[in-house]
Antibody, heavy 121, light 106 residues
C-alpha cells in the first residue's frame, strides 16, 4: 500500500524558512517523479514543484521559483521542500504527491494527508 | 501557462441525479487530463486519467470524456458519498488545475 506522510509544517514569520519532509513507502520511490502541491485555506489546488526520477531535473511554479528548493533522498524514500523567504501568500496545506511516471508529464496518483504552513507575524 | 476553467463553480443535485462538470483548457492538451475528488479536510483522490480512463477502485458511475480543449466529468446516479469538490488538472505541460466544482446537496 502506497503511503505518503508529510511533516514539518507550522507557524513561521514572514521572511522565515521551513523545511517540509515526505516519507514514502509501498512503492519503489526512486522510479517515480514526486511533487509538492499546495492549497490555501478555502481555495483551490496549486502545483508547487516536481522532482523527476532518474534525471534529477526539477521544476518550479513561478510563484516559488528562487525561494523554494525541492530535493529527494532515494535511500531514505523521502522528498523534501526547503522554503525560504516565506510570504503570507505561501500559507497553505502542502501535499506531497506521487506521479504515475518518471517525469512531470503525468498525473498524481497518490497524495499525502498534507501539512499546514502558516506564515504570519 | 495553460489555464483550466471549470463550470459550474457550484452544482446542487439530489441523490440519483446525473451530473456533468465541464473543464476547458486554454490550449490543446490532447487527452492529458485528470479529474480528482476532494472532501473537506482530506487530500484529493484520483478518479480519471488520460481524460477517460477510470482509476482502479473508482466506481463505474464516474466517467470522463473529451480531447483537445473541452472535457467533461459525469456522475451517473449520484450517491451520498459523491458530494464533494471536483478538480480537473492538465499534465500536457507544467500541471495546472481548474478552480474546482463543488457538488452540494439540493
Amino acid at each position: 500500500e502506497v503511503q505518503l506522510l508529510e511533516s514539518g509544517g507550522g507557524l513561521v514569520q514572514p521572511g522565515g524558512s521551513l523545511r517540509l519532509s515526505c516519507a514514502a513507502s509501498g512503492f519503489t520511490f526512486s522510479s517515480y517523479a514526486m511533487s509538492w502541491v499546495r492549497q490555501p485555506p478555502g481555495k483551490g489546488l496549486e502545483w508547487v514543484s516536481t522532482f523527476n526520477a532518474g534525471s534529477g531535473s526539477t521544476y518550479y511554479a513561478d510563484s516559488v521559483k528562487g525561494r523554494f528548493t525541492i530535493s529527494r533522498e532515494n535511500s531514505r524514500s523521502t522528498l523534501y521542500l526547503q522554503m525560504n523567504s516565506l510570504r503570507a501568500e505561501d500559507t497553505a496545506v502542502y501535499y506531497c504527491a506521487k506521479l504515475d511516471g518518471y517525469n512531470f508529464h503525468d498525473f498524481f496518483d497518490y497524495w499525502g494527508q498534507g501539512t499546514l504552513v502558516t506564515v504570519s507575524s | 501557462d495553460i489555464q483550466m476553467t471549470q463550470s459550474p463553480s457550484t452544482l446542487s443535485a439530489s441523490v440519483g441525479d446525473r451530473v456533468t462538470i465541464t473543464c476547458r483548457a486554454s490550449q490543446n492538451i490532447r487527452t492529458w487530463l485528470a479529474w480528482y475528488q476532494q472532501k473537506p479536510g482530506k487530500a484529493p483522490k484520483l478518479l480519471i486519467y488520460k481524460a477517460s480512463s477510470l482509476e482502479s477502485g473508482v466506481p463505474s458511475r464516474f466517467g470522463g470524456s473529451g480531447s483537445g480543449t473541452d472535457f467533461t466529468l459525469s456522475i451517473s446516479g449520484l450517491q451520498p458519498d459523491d458530494f464533494a469538490t471536483y478538480y480537473c488538472q492538465q499534465y500536457n505541460t507544467y500541471p495546472t488545475f481548474g478552480q474546482g466544482t463543488k457538488v452540494e446537496i439540493k
